[in-house]
């Protein structure tokens, strides 16, 4: 008869056999998995699909997905999208980011809004995973940011741009701002063309009233009346699509006649259903159908048409486009799906050919391009004038 101790020793041999087998096992599976994952390359998406921008993120996410259609692969591998809704706030797209780190994404793209660009950007950076913005234009979004970079142009470029449209087409010596004190894109906007306007008029005191309002407000009465009691040339309030709309609606109804101008954020269909019947309404953005620049903006045009016949070719989606397509160039240039490598070639970029025009990204990881203006005539926006950065 076998000892009690024998009998101890043995089941201790055979539950370190079962333990050694159970490793193999599992470290079999592990590397089985890290060889079924090489073959996909992830490309991670963080946009506002629900919640007060999430129009804007609808339309930059056609776009990501158009061109994710149109070239599904680099390196020889299947590009997976992995999508992240940030809901419009600023804690849930630094969530949102997180989520997308986890799942081990190459490269990110995202987001609308430039505040909750700002809010993901520090998460991808601790991560070291890098980023392509499509339309967040605060110059903040980059800036101390080594792994944010964007393929639109930034808020001093745009304010630049209508407060030179306002002083030398519409000859405004005058302007009132109205701002979302609550948005980042809107409060550094103004603040661009606020000191262009003075620049470009020579004169100190041009900004004639500057009123503020809050995120989600829907009387804007007040403002307005005071506005209006200064008489302004032009009325400069960029901010949501939303927001704006009812804003000039009102400005129009308490008979003020000034031109009212507006950046990026105001191509979307939301804007246009509240204001098409009105005139003198302009805006800065990024793209037009009417004037191709490049020879992908023919193939975004076409393709987009093909696969959205019911939806207005925008902006947002062009820009979509353009930010996928970066990531698969600088991922193709790299070579690898290294994150330090791909930021390195991201940084790089220069002369790069996409739907919105040729992009070439400076120091800060932002891109030097054409602005396009566009007007509401007839109920549908159309192309006014382009201006090219000095």
């Not at 430039?114 to 605060?138: K, Q, R, W, Y």
């Not at 964007?150 to 741009?161: A, E, M």
């Not at 405004?172 to 008029?201: C, H």
């Not at 070719?313 to 996928?324: C, E, I, Q, R, S």
Request: net charge negative.
């Amino acid at each position: 008869m076998m000892s009690k101790k024998y009998l101890a020793l043995l089941a201790l041999v055979m539950l370190a056999a079962v333990a050694l087998v159970g490793c193999g096992g599992g470290e079999e599976q592990a590397s089985g998995d890290a060889a079924q994952e090489s073959d996909v390359i992830k490309i991670g998406v963080f946009e506002p699909l629900t919640g007060i921008n999430a129009a804007g993120g609808e339309m930059s996410l056609e776009g990501i997905e158009l061109a994710n259609k149109l070239y599904p692969e680099v390196l020889g591998k299947k590009v997976e999208l992995v999508t992240a809704d940030n809901k419009s706030e600023k804690q849930e797209a630094a969530n949102a980011v997180e989520r997308l780190v986890n799942e081990n994404v190459d490269v990110i793209l995202g987001s609308y809004g430039s505040s909750l660009s700002m809010a993901g950007g520090p998460i991808a950076a601790d991560a070291g995973v890098p980023v392509i913005g499509d339309s967040p234009t605060n110059p903040l979004v980059t800036k101390g940011n080594d792994y944010y970079y964007r393929v639109c142009f930034i808020d001093p470029f745009q304010g630049n741009v209508m407060a030179k449209y306002a002083v030398e087409t519409l000859g405004a010596k005058t302007a009132a701002i109205v701002q979302d004190v609550q948005q980042d894109y809107s409060v550094g906007l103004s603040k661009y063309f606020e000191d262009s306007f003075k620049e470009l008029t020579g004169d100190e005191n041009a900004i004639i009233a500057k009123v503020n309002y809050n995120t989600g407000d829907k009387d804007f009465s007040a403002q307005l009346t005071e506005v209006k009691s200064k008489q302004p040339d032009v009325i400069f309030a960029p901010g949501n699509f939303t927001e704006c709309g009812i804003l000039v609606e009102k400005a129009r109804e308490l008979g003020i006649e000034a031109p009212i101008l507006g950046g990026d954020t105001w191509e979307a269909e939301e804007f246009l259903n509240r204001v098409g019947d009105l005139n003198d309404i302009y805006f800065s953005t990024h793209f037009t159908a009417e004037e191709p620049v490049t020879e992908v903006s023919n193939t975004f045009l076409n393709k987009f048409k093909e696969e959205y016949p019911d939806r207005q070719v925008n902006a947002f989606a062009a820009l979509g486009f353009d930010a996928y397509m970066l990531a698969l160039d600088a991922i193709n240039r790299a070579g690898t799906t290294d994150h330090e490598a791909i930021k390195e070639a991201i940084a790089e970029t220069a002369d790069f050919q996409g739907a919105t025009g040729f992009i070439t990204l400076d120091e800060n990881g932002d891109a030097t391009k054409t602005a396009i203006i566009k007007k509401v005539e007839d109920g549908k926006f159309v192309y006014e004038s382009k201006v090219d950065p000095k």
